[in-house]
């Protein structure tokens, strides 16, 4: 079993900038895709972006892309998702998500672990 515990949501203003963090539980962290999504109030979850095992591949949604970049540190059991010029529209719980499978995955039904979400607040 793996547990993901997110850290790093808050307030910020629109064109400021927040990073999270993702810490997973367990050896076989490397070994995982990792995904960040997001759920804005009233919506449904949304893929942001998402990163091979390695770290050698990564894939964006199109309204984040320019503005964010996810990484990963494998020593460290941990991804993360800078977050630059950030919007309103950005306002949203944001998700990190594993899967046991190497490979990179938009879908959210591709993951088999999620962490609780971390909320993250663009003010106008």
């Known amino acids: 079993q793996v547990q993901l515990v997110e850290s790093g949501g808050g307030l910020v203003q629109a064109g400021g900038s927040l990073r999270l963090s993702c810490t997973a539980s367990g050896r076989t962290f490397r070994s995982y895709a990792m995904g960040w999504f997001r759920q804005p109030p009233g919506k449904e979850r949304q893929f942001v972006a998402t990163i091979v095992w390695s770290g050698d591949t990564t894939y964006y949604a199109d309204s984040v892309k320019g503005r964010f970049t996810i990484s990963r540190d494998n020593a460290q059991n941990t991804v993360y998702l800078q977050m630059n010029s950030l919007k309103p529209e950005d306002t949203a719980v944001y998700y990190c998500?594993?899967?046991?499978?190497?490979?990179?995955?938009?879908?959210?039904?591709?993951?088999?672990?999620w962490g609780q979400g971390t909320q993250v607040t663009v003010s106008s």
């Open positions: 998500a594993a899967t046991r499978s190497g490979s990179a995955y938009i879908s959210p039904h591709g993951y088999n672990y």
